[in-house]
């Protein structure tokens, strides 16, 4: 099935649940199915065939996802532009995905100029929520409302989403038919509940929003905030009765922090999922506390899609309960849909408890990088998918996500992993969120050194956050310089950019390990 025959399925079944909600109001499915169909037929009455691409340049809003099932319906392929992303990263994307149409939202229309400027292929925009000429109304204007006749292979291109980009260019990943109704039967294993109600509140150009489209077949509401806000989001679960939603930890972090949290009703939540880094162990027994027995925890990246590997709600509660530390420092075991192994450098699968490289096998992976033919060889190489990702798993299969490949750190000769730190630093209760690199250092090579972002109103001094890391890690592993600073660097979608921390320490060197 094409990815749009899902959602065609969810309106079948529900045509009257209120498919996209936002401030403007609520779209049912059977208006959403309409609403496709109409911006579908425009796209095929301005000559844009099945293949090409088409961005949607804008923040969370109903209409502006209606562009992405439209384009969807077309056959034309998504490429996710995130608005928070830099001009220079933005006309990268488009040029990189070959991007000929241009949604936008009003707001932005400085941006869209100076992108089209940058970026001649693409030759048309159209503007979501404008009058006139150039509008979304004048787009489809006269088109009709019956499905055009698209046939599409499992195999072809649906959607062309940006790897995460933290440790260079970002590579176009190319999601096909066949890698979507992967994820879509995956979700419906894992994550069904009554009266299903999906908050995205994190960028629909990322997680949330490939959560929304592998949801429809059940007939999900999707809820959109305009972006991040904690008081709005612990608003929207108790106002929508909210049963999904995802999160990075550091957005999780802030809604902890908020001297509101603990008074609002979250009864309705069945599933919060945490991914893209891994959570602190005391954080996430916060957040158990806080909202119930419903946190998901998993790993997964761009390349995988959702549900590689799966920590369920009632596994984590009763590790909470027993006071497993230890297992709740792991992402869960292998999805329904993937096998997970750990690989050294000679491709051996390893036993457990050995670290090595996580790799996956799974008909949901990707189908390759966009234009990057030696980048996809490369993920493939042996018939697993490399993930780049360091783990081990234990002796029940659970899978423990230790660091990126690229960002370890060697002192003294000993190889420390950043993650495992940050993930003891972040327990600290003055901190709201840490990045830990190696700075440069004569004897050791590299000093293992934490960046802090402190809480609002608390405080901390270096030997504290010192002394608290040596009591749970090792004498190599332990910080031994911390610094303070008012705000973290992130990424348009929230995750810690622990590349731009580092590059200030080796700024001017002619090598930076």
């Known amino acids: 099935?094409?990815?749009?025959?899902?959602?065609?399925?969810?309106?079948?079944?529900?045509?009257?649940?209120?498919?996209?909600?936002?401030?403007?109001?609520?779209?049912?499915?059977?208006?959403?199915?309409?609403?496709?169909?109409?911006?579908?037929?425009?796209?095929?009455?301005?000559?844009?065939?099945?293949?090409?691409?088409?961005?949607?340049?804008s923040a969370n809003a109903a209409r502006s996802f209606e562009c992405v099932m439209g384009v969807i319906r077309a056959g034309l392929v998504w490429v996710p532009v995130n608005v928070r992303n830099s001009i220079d990263d933005s006309a990268f994307t488009l040029d990189n995905c070959e991007v000929e149409l241009l949604f936008y939202q009003h707001a932005f229309a400085d941006n869209v100029h100076a992108l089209r400027a940058r970026?001649?292929?693409?030759?048309?925009?159209?503007?979501?929520?404008?009058?006139?000429?150039?509008?979304?109304?004048?787009?489809?204007?006269?088109?009709?409302?019956?499905?055009?006749?698209?046939?599409q292979s499992p195999d072809d291109v649906v959607t062309l989403f940006s790897s995460g980009g933290t440790s260079g260019l970002p590579k176009a990943v190319m999601m096909t038919n066949r890698c979507w109704e992967a994820m879509v039967l995956g979700c419906?294993?894992?994550?069904?509940?009554?009266?299903?109600v999906h908050l995205v509140a994190a960028p629909m150009t990322h997680a949330a929003g490939?959560?929304?489209?592998?949801?429809?077949?059940?007939?999900?509401?999707?809820?959109?905030?305009?972006?991040?806000?904690?008081?709005?989001?612990?608003?929207?679960?108790?106002?929508?009765?909210?049963?999904?939603?995802?999160?990075?930890?550091?957005a999780i972090y802030r809604l902890l922090a908020h001297p509101d949290v603990r008074r609002r009703d979250y009864s309705s939540l069945r599933?919060?999922?945490?991914s893209s880094a891994p959570m602190s162990i005391v954080k996430l027994k916060e957040a158990v506390e806080v909202f119930g027995p419903v946190m998901i925890n998993g790993f997964g990246q761009t390349?995988?899609?959702?549900?590689?590997?799966?920590?369920?709600?009632?596994?984590?509660?009763?590790?909470?309960?027993?006071?497993?530390?230890?297992?709740?420092?792991?992402?869960?075991?292998?999805?329904?849909?993937?096998?997970?192994?750990i690989m050294d450098d000679e491709g051996r699968l390893l036993p457990p408890e050995t670290p090595g490289e996580i790799v996956m096998q799974s008909y949901q992976l990707f189908a390759g990088y966009y234009r990057n033919e030696a980048e996809t060889l490369a993920s493939r190489a042996g018939g697993w998918h490399h993930t780049g990702d360091i783990g081990m798993k234990d002796a029940d299969g659970y899978l423990y996500v230790v660091d990126r490949k690229k960002d370890?750190?060697?002192?003294?000769?000993f190889n420390v992993y950043p993650a495992e730190v940050e993930r003891v630093v972040a327990d600290h209760p003055a901190v709201q969120d840490c990045a830990v690199?190696?700075?440069?250092?004569?004897?050791?090579?590299?000093?293992?050194?934490?960046?802090?972002?402190?809480?609002?109103?608390?405080?901390?001094?270096?030997?504290?956050?010192?002394?608290?890391?040596?009591?749970?890690?090792?004498?190599?592993?332990?910080?031994?310089?911390?610094?303070?600073?008012?705000?973290?660097?992130?990424?348009p979608v929230g995750k810690v950019l622990r590349r731009k921390v580092r590059e200030p320490f080796w700024a001017g060197r002619e090598r930076s390990i």
Request: glycine share 10%; with cysteine; charged share 20%.
């Open 210 to 250: 490939g959560s929304a489209l592998a949801y429809a077949a059940m007939g999900m509401t999707n809820v959109m905030l305009p972006g991040f806000d904690p008081q709005l989001v612990m608003e929207a679960i108790e106002r929508h009765r909210v049963t999904h939603l995802f999160l990075p930890p550091t």
């Open 408 to 413: 370890m750190i060697i002192s003294g000769g």
């Open 1 to 57: 099935m094409r990815l749009i025959e899902h959602f065609d399925r969810g309106a079948e079944r529900f045509p009257g649940r209120a498919f996209l909600v936002d401030e403007r109001g609520s779209l049912s499915y059977a208006a959403a199915r309409l609403s496709s169909h109409r911006i579908a037929n425009a796209l095929a009455r301005a000559g844009f065939r099945p293949g090409s691409k088409a961005a949607v340049y």
């Open 188 to 196: 419906q294993i894992l994550l069904r509940a009554e009266n299903p």
């Open 437 to 491: 690199v190696g700075a440069p250092h004569e004897e050791w090579g590299e000093l293992v050194t934490a960046v802090v972002e402190l809480k609002a109103g608390r405080q901390a001094t270096s030997a504290e956050i010192i002394a608290f890391c040596r009591e749970r890690l090792s004498g190599v592993k332990t910080p031994k310089a911390v610094q303070f600073v008012a705000e973290l660097p992130r990424s």
């Open 119 to 151: 970026c001649p292929q693409v030759r048309a925009a159209v503007c979501i929520d404008g009058d006139g000429a150039g509008s979304l109304d004048a787009f489809t204007a006269g088109c009709a409302d019956v499905s055009p006749d698209v046939p």
């Open 303 to 341: 390349e995988t899609g959702l549900n590689g590997t799966v920590f369920p709600p009632a596994e984590i509660a009763a590790a909470v309960a027993s006071g497993d530390d230890r297992r709740l420092g792991s992402v869960g075991r292998a999805g329904p849909l993937f096998r997970v192994e």
């Open 271 to 274: 599933f919060f999922q945490c």
